[in-house]
């Protein structure tokens, strides 16, 4: 609906010169010709009052209910048709693509992790390791040896907080094996799998959709592979673009 200006179909009357009546003995002055003009339209001159603030104020109530929150191409981008899903797994899938090397991503963690409770029915959310460097390709193979071993939950968290937090030196391979080691993991067992053919596969998949969702950051969601997080100016507002995106998403698949 849009909103245009409503004019009432005013006309404008000349003053006329002093008139002497014929009934009366007075003259007319211009004072008194303009006063009682101003009387007789005094009332249209309300009535279009009004109705200018109640279309004023029906056009804001009306505004207001359809407005986004948020704007394609500002805070989020809508992605190129066909859409990729990192699986078929729920209505809607929200991804964040993240590294355990990136310290915003380690900031985004406890946040994402609230945000993924808040969720509806319908939504799963699913974590994709980037590998923008030579140095992430470690904490990318840790990532699937933790999720195929079945300690990626409890690990997760820990492990930005050993190596942001509490500064463990945890940067290669090796270094990770020793962490999930802490945590109840065989080290020979780690390596095998983090070292794995499969795991490498993986990885070069990933890479391929990270390229298709045109990501270059960290940390960076991407929702139904339709939409892609954008200039978001907190990690607050990353996760309220998100809810808001996949509510929508889900409102649409119903």
């Avoid at 923008?132 to 999720?147: G, H, I, N, Q």
């Avoid at 820990?158 to 190596?163: I, R």
């Avoid at 500064?167 to 109840?184: C, K, R």
Wanted: hydrophobic share 40%; proline share 6%.
């Amino acid at each position: 609906m849009s909103c245009k200006p409503f004019l009432f179909p005013f006309t404008i009357y000349p003053l006329q010169p002093a008139q002497r009546a014929d009934s009366l003995s007075t003259t007319i002055t211009p004072f008194e010709e303009i006063s009682s003009m101003f009387k007789r339209f005094a009332p249209l001159r309300a009535l279009s009052l009004i109705a200018g603030l109640l279309l004023a104020t029906a056009c804001t109530a009306t505004g207001s209910s359809d407005v986004a929150p948020y704007t394609d191409g500002a805070e989020y981008v809508s992605l190129p048709a066909p859409a990729h899903r990192l699986s078929n797994e729920g209505k809607v899938e929200v991804v964040e693509v993240f590294s355990y090397g990136c310290i915003h991503c380690a900031h985004f963690a406890p946040i994402a992790e609230q945000m993924r409770k808040q969720l509806p029915a319908g939504v799963t959310f699913k974590l994709l390791p980037a590998v923008f460097s030579d140095e992430w390709l470690p904490f990318a193979r840790a990532y699937y040896a933790a999720k195929k071993l079945g300690v990626l939950d409890q690990t997760h968290l820990e492990l930005f907080h050993a190596k942001f937090d509490e500064h463990y030196p945890i940067s290669n391979l090796d270094e990770l094996a020793d962490f999930y080691a802490m945590h109840g993991v065989k080290r020979d067992e780690f390596m095998r799998i983090a070292s794995s053919d499969e795991v490498t596969q993986q990885i070069r998949k990933d890479s391929e959709l990270v390229k298709q969702w045109q990501v270059d950051g960290t940390p960076t969601i991407v929702v139904d592979g339709k939409y892609r997080s954008a200039n978001v100016k907190t990690l607050a507002e990353l996760s309220a673009v998100t809810q808001w995106l996949a509510k929508r998403e889900l409102a649409g698949a119903k």
